[in-house]
């Protein structure tokens, strides 16, 4: 007989025990269900984990996990475990609940349980241990499970949003006859400054733009990649025959600017939006008067 | 393949049509100012709207055909350069410092009615 028969009889063996092990575990943990239940909820208070959430609502929501737990531990499959903590972290991401209160609430659940293991098998350390040995892979594996589904729905809602605010594109406005505004706001990554580029060259084009405002104001930082691009939008804009104004640079941006040593001579900059409107004007010939005035005249 | 150079009052207009080799760039050259010089002419709008890349070459000869009207005192304007073309030409640093750019053939007349308004 080859010795890697033997250990698979013996493996066959190991997994049939623990399966039964893991019955009487369960069994253990059905009849204990309203304490252990109550412990947990307990325990998660007072680690104030779950803050976010109302004690009423960590105790429905102990329950469900509790029952869940037990499940999986009773038909050792962890499919219904994973579509229900997705569902729990959807339910739960939108009120705040973070990654390490979710991770704790799971290690609780673990701890609680082992104790009451520990209390009970007391006498019987042989015992004691073979439970422990069937229990703790499982409960390490649900414990996994969960966490997983939980940081993966968290990514999820945050690919989202990121779409959503690429999908937010930076408007092109005319505000005069060959006059464009273009107001910047929030982070600019190298793909939203490629899209927005192009938006620019685009709208000097179908508005027959002369001169552009580009608005920074709501930009509190960019790197020098995405510095160096704003700059090439600037050249790019000017061969078009346009002339840009940039305005409400940050000091932040300013130095990063500096920086990476743009010849500023290319660059028009204007305090803010108001001047660079302004300045736009002059370029273009118009001369804002009040009305009393211009009627005197 | 030849440009075609349009006499249009006081000014030039040569019209790029196709893609040009560099021999067809420096005949444009000769051309361009060959014609100042005869017609007199007071400004050179150079349309290069059918141009879907323009290379350092090309760059580099549309600089000289600027400086060396300016020479007999005409301005030049590049019209014409679409979006795409432009975003390259900055990415490769062909930026065309000191050459007058405009939308059009329309915007580059009325910049060159311009300066030459100022002239007189």
Redesign the interface.
């Known amino acids: 007989m080859s010795s890697s028969k033997r250990s698979a009889n013996h493996m066959q063996r190991t997994v049939a025990q623990s399966t039964e092990l893991l019955q009487e575990l369960v069994a253990h943990l059905r009849q204990n269900r309203t304490q252990l239940r109550e412990e947990w909820a307990n325990r998660i208070t007072e680690a104030q984990l779950l803050t976010a959430m109302t004690t009423e609502e960590i105790f429905t929501e102990a329950t469900s996990v509790y029952d869940n737990y037990v499940e999986t531990l009773a038909t050792g499959t962890f499919e219904a475990l994973q579509s229900y903590s997705r569902n729990l972290s959807e339910r739960i991401i939108p009120r705040g609940v973070e990654t390490h209160e979710v991770v704790g609430i799971v290690l609780l659940l673990r701890d609680v349980l082992a104790r009451s293991l520990f209390a009970k098998y007391q006498g019987d350390f042989t015992m004691l241990n073979r439970i422990l040995d069937a229990y703790e892979p499982a409960a390490n594996r649900i414990a996994n499970t969960v966490a997983v589904g939980f940081v993966q729905e968290r990514e999820r809602v945050i690919r989202q949003q990121q779409e959503a605010i690429r999908e937010l594109s930076t408007p092109v406005l005319q505000v005069r006859e060959r006059l464009l505004i273009l107001p910047i706001i929030g982070v600019i990554d190298p793909q939203r400054a490629r899209q927005l580029t192009e938006q620019l060259l685009r709208g000097i084009r179908t508005n027959r733009a002369k001169v552009v405002v580009i608005d920074i104001t709501g930009v509190a930082a960019m790197d020098a990649t995405v510095a160096n691009h704003l700059v090439q939008t600037v050249e790019a804009s000017r061969l078009l025959g346009a002339t840009v104004i940039v305005t409400g640079l940050s000091p932040e941006i300013a130095q990063t600017i500096v920086t990476i040593g743009v010849d500023l001579g290319k660059m028009n900059t204007v305090g803010d939006l108001q001047g660079g409107i302004e300045q736009a004007e002059r370029l273009l010939g118009y001369k804002v008067v009040p009305a009393a005035d211009s009627a005197h005249s | 393949m030849e440009v075609p150079i349009l006499k249009q009052g006081q000014f030039l207009i040569a019209t790029i049509q196709a893609a040009l080799s560099d021999a067809d760039l420096l005949q444009l050259r000769r051309a361009l100012i060959d014609k100042v010089i005869r017609f007199r002419s007071q400004g050179v709008i150079v349309d290069v709207t059918a141009l879907d890349v323009m290379d350092s070459f090309a760059t580099r000869t549309l600089r000289d055909i600027t400086n060396m009207i300016r020479l007999r005192g005409a301005d030049t304007v590049?019209?014409g350069?679409q979006?795409?073309?432009?975003?390259a030409?900055?990415?490769l640093g062909l930026?065309?410092e000191g050459v007058a750019?405009?939308?059009?053939l329309e915007?580059?007349l009325s910049?060159l009615q311009q300066r030459a308004a100022r002239k007189t």
């Not at chain 2, 979006?83 to 975003?87: C, L, M, N, R, W």
């Open positions: 590049i019209v350069i979006p795409e073309v432009a975003f030409m900055v990415q930026t065309m750019t405009a939308l059009d915007e580059g910049h």
